[in-house]
């Protein structure tokens, strides 16, 4: 019995994983409806992992390292291919000149960032009520939600059918990773009202965007969430 409390927590975050390489194979293959689907997958063991790890009492060093070591393939890997699957139509060029080299390995660059923002994660203390910048689920949630929305309905093509928007997109959510600005997280530190007014704007608006745009509104609503944390960045803490 104590083996398994010890390590419930640890054989979710294992499952996370499997599902993240799932998820990074069936990518790269262009199938995007099971990526997607290891990816709910993903969020949903990388949720219970740490409920449940609460819940026992089991935390330790080596849940700590292997959620970080998980949350690396299905929220580092995953992003960065899908950047790197977005830019490969446009094979060496930019702005109509031929570079020596293929553009696609700039979405790596998502991968790279990833890395450092779990690697800063496991060492501040900080980020208790709300997260130095943008979390590595929700960035994927925004990228690949993007790609996603624009394969299965062709909204979204202004961007990528524009190799420097896919550019821009790269650098931008790349330096969102590390950067200084709050972002909220959904963790209640009281039952008042006027402390949770975010969260409140948050979830309403979260809801009329998923009501109203369905597979569309998923990216939209990270930016919407991205929007909110800059609006109430006082509130936050």
Request: charged share 15%; net charge neutral.
């Amino acid at each position: 019995m104590n083996f398994i409390k010890n390590n419930l927590a640890n054989a979710l975050t294992l499952a996370n994983l499997f599902a993240g390489c799932v998820g990074a194979i069936h990518l790269i293959l262009g199938d995007y409806q099971t990526t997607a689907i290891c990816l709910i997958l993903s969020s949903i063991f990388d949720f219970f992992d740490g409920f449940v790890s609460r819940a026992l009492k089991s935390n330790s060093n080596l849940g700590l390292q292997l959620d970080s070591l998980a949350d690396m393939v299905s929220f580092g890997v995953i992003p960065g291919l899908t950047m790197y699957k977005a830019l490969e139509p446009f094979g060496t060029e930019l702005l109509g000149l031929h570079l020596p080299f293929e553009i696609k390995y700039f979405g790596l660059l998502v991968t790279v960032f990833s890395c450092l923002r779990l690697a800063i994660f496991n060492l501040d203390e900080e980020q208790r009520y709300y997260f130095k910048g943008l979390n590595t689920p929700t960035n994927t949630v925004l990228l690949f939600g993007l790609y996603y929305a624009f394969k299965e309905t062709n909204y979204f093509s202004f961007l990528f059918e524009n190799e420097l928007l896919l550019i821009l997109l790269t650098i931008i959510t790349s330096w969102l990773l590390i950067s200084p600005i709050k972002m909220m997280a959904m963790k209640f530190k009281s039952k008042k009202i006027q402390d949770n007014y975010a969260k409140i704007v948050l979830i309403v608006g979260g809801i009329a965007i998923l009501a109203i745009f369905q597979i569309v509104g998923i990216p939209m609503l990270v930016i919407y969430y991205i929007l909110v944390s800059l609006v109430f960045q006082k509130q936050l803490n």
